[in-house]
Antibody, heavy 121, light 107 residues
Framework: EVQLVESGGGLVKPGGSLRLSCAAS????????MNWVRQAPGKGLEWVSS????????YYADSVKGRFTISRDNAKNSLYLQMNSLRAEDTAVYYC??????????????WGQGTPVTVSS | EIVLTQSPATLSLSPGERATLSCRAS??????LAWYQQKPGQAPRLLIS???DRATGIPARFSGSGSGTDFTLTISSLEPEDFAIYYC?????????FGQGTRLEIK
């Protein structure tokens, strides 16, 4: 059974940093691209970042480019999102999402339960 | 950036009725479009990929159609568990984008 468990969310002051983690199990983690998607309170879904299986390709939304860094450790079956210079508008539930196919980027076929991030003074 | 516009924003129907949800892209996405369902307090669930392919375990009452810029998600006969928010998403270009969602509510 595929499981994605996010952690690391919490309350942080504007300008602060957080590192989110996503522990994956139930599939061959190293074979799939992985993604972060966020959802602000009462709002829709916003794609944040994607990383290919071999870390050769990384993409970011313009809203986080230069502030967030996605990474993965295939040996630990883990995905990460380092978030720096956080702003109030980064407040959201952050979901880790698995890609649906091996090789390249597809759609998000499994999602974690999400970890909430609140940026407030 | 490709903008996806979903309509209507809210759809009020009764169980047993047919639901038709629309997603329009600001430029062609070919067939590279997915639909997700999200219930309150839950993560989204993939329903349809490549415009018309049902994901694993998705009931046959859900179907997708369209190509280019106009897409439709149809639920043939609504079950109580289908009342939720539905999002479309394109994967042809970066950044990946979602529509703003259609809320399907019980009439």
């Amino acid at each position: 059974e595929v499981q994605l468990v996010e952690s690391g969310g919490g309350l942080v002051k504007p300008g602060g940093s957080l590192r989110l983690s996503c522990a994956a199990s139930g599939f061959t983690f190293s074979s799939y691209s992985m993604n972060w998607v966020r959802q602000a309170p009462g709002k829709g879904l916003e794609w944040v970042s994607s990383i290919s299986s071999s870390i050769g390709y990384i993409y970011y939304a313009d809203s986080v480019k230069g502030r967030f860094t996605i990474s993965r450790d295939n040996a630990k079956n883990s995905l990460y999102l380092q978030m720096n210079s956080l702003r109030a508008e980064d407040t959201a539930v952050y979901y880790c999402a698995k890609d649906g196919h091996t090789g390249g980027f597809y759609y998000f076929d499994y999602w974690g339960q999400g970890t909430p991030v609140t940026v407030s003074s | 950036e490709i903008v996806l516009t979903q309509s209507p924003a809210t759809l009020s129907l009764s169980p047993g009725e047919r639901a038709t949800l629309s997603c329009r892209a600001s430029q062609s996405v070919n067939i590279y479009l997915a639909w997700y369902q999200q219930k309150p307090g839950q993560a989204p669930r993939l329903l349809i990929s490549e415009a018309s392919d049902r994901a694993t375990g998705i009931p046959a009452r859900f179907s997708g159609s369209g190509s280019g810029t106009d897409f439709t998600l149809t639920i043939s006969s609504l079950e109580p568990e289908d009342f939720a928010i539905y999002y479309c998403q394109q994967r042809i270009n970066w950044p990946l984008t979602f529509g703003q969602g259609t809320r399907l509510e019980i009439k």
